[in-house]
């Protein structure tokens, strides 16, 4: 499966380089602040993680940019109604893609089954020197489309002891989600940040030329310990500082409260 992720790189370094420097520095920037400070602005995170959810199900699945943006809407209003279990989702769902790639690179059948998909993004780097911005989106969702089909076929091949540790994480982390829902969204805040700040250097090292996605391949145990200690850190910072900002707000708000009254019954109503 990672062969397709590697022949994409190589595809990637044609692009256009704003293709490669705008959405690379957005990413590090905005994985930088979910990283370190997303649970202190998790009203917000939700509703914009629901909303880029139901956005990519209904561009991707749908095909219609009319119905993913109502799908984005409407995701966005039930995360934001449903926080607690919105949470608990988004935790089971980034355990479930993590594990679930890990065995695909581990499991002997799996990587078996992946090797024997046809793909369809082959010759594209016997294409033009410069992938133009426009087609851009072209390229991209051949690929999403080959990724898919492996995806489809590593799920088939995948192993029963891997469906079941998956399971038993699954329930963990939805228990979890519930009864520790603090530590879960720090958890999946300081994930999402780790990932979109690889991402985003991914695309930056790309436009200087690199190939970091080989590189992380070569040293998948090097570039997973990591991600894990980035995971942990950003986990942590976030535990110790975001209460304080809470509480800050909280008697912030409720000075604002108390100042009217006050104002209202002056010295006579002490």
Same mark, same amino acid.
């Given at each position: ?73 409407? $995701?966005?209003?039930? !995360? ?7 949470? #608990? %989702?988004? +935790? *089971?769902?980034? /355990?479930? =893609? @993590? ?51 492996? $995806?489809?076929?590593? !799920? ?7 469906? #079941? %540790?998956? +399971? *038993?994480?699954? /329930?963990? =982390? @939805? ?96």
């Amino acid at each position: 499966m990672f062969e397709i992720i590697q022949n994409f790189e190589q595809t990637a370094l044609r692009f256009s380089p704003i293709v490669l420097i705008v959405p690379g520095l957005l990413a590090v920037i905005v994985g930088l602040f979910i990283w370190l400070g997303g649970l202190g602005f998790r009203r917000i995170l939700v509703a914009v993680v629901g909303a880029v959810t139901g956005f990519s199900c209904g561009f991707f699945i749908v095909g219609n940019i009319m119905a993913a943006g109502v799908l984005a809407a409407a $995701v966005a209003l039930i !995360a934001s109604i449903l926080q607690r279990l919105f949470i #608990a %989702i988004l +935790a *089971v769902s980034l /355990v479930l =893609v @993590l594990t679930f790639f890990v065995f695909t690179g581990i499991c002997p059948e799996v990587i078996k089954a992946t090797k024997d998909v046809r793909v369809t993004t082959d010759k594209i780097t016997d294409q033009s020197v410069v992938i133009s911005v426009r087609e851009t989106p072209v390229v991209v969702k051949a690929y999403i489309v080959d990724f898919g089909n492996m $995806v489809k076929q590593a !799920a088939l091949h995948m192993p029963a002891y891997a469906w #079941a %540790i998956m +399971a *038993v994480l699954s /329930v963990v =982390v @939805l228990a979890a989600g519930f009864f520790l829902r603090r530590l879960t969204l720090a958890l999946c805040c300081a994930v999402l940040g780790t990932m979109l700040i690889f991402a985003g250097m991914i695309s930056l090292l790309l436009y200087k030329g690199s190939v970091p996605i080989s590189g992380i391949c070569d040293k998948p145990l090097f570039f997973a310990a990591v991600f894990g200690a980035m995971t942990a850190f950003g986990a942590f910072v976030q535990l110790l500082l975001c209460p304080r900002l809470e509480k800050s707000a909280k008697s912030k708000k409720e000075v604002e409260s108390d100042t009217p009254a006050k104002k209202k019954y002056g010295w006579r109503g002490s």
